[in-house]
């Protein structure tokens, strides 16, 4: 696996949560996400993430 570019990934992570220790980590955000059942807030529109709600349930519901 090639390394990850976090300059390039912070530039474009529309992460909201202030402390997020996983800021531009994708690999590691991913993972964190799917171990709790959930979606990176970049899959959410902007409205969306900002809830911090990260469910599934909720992906769907912004997209339908």
């Not at 976090?6 to 992570?13: G, I, Q, R, T, V």
């Not at 529309?14 to 996983?22: A, D, E, G, K, V």
């Not at 709600?53 to 519901?61: A, L, T, V, Y």
């Amino acid at each position: 696996m090639p390394d990850c570019n976090l300059k390039a990934n912070l530039a474009k992570c529309t992460c909201s949560y202030p402390t997020c220790s996983r800021k531009g980590k994708c690999c590691e955000c991913v993972m964190y996400h799917r171990a709790h059942g959930e979606l990176p807030g970049c899959f959410f529109p902007e409205d969306v993430e900002r809830t911090y709600d990260r469910s599934i349930k909720r992906f769907i519901e912004a997209y339908s």
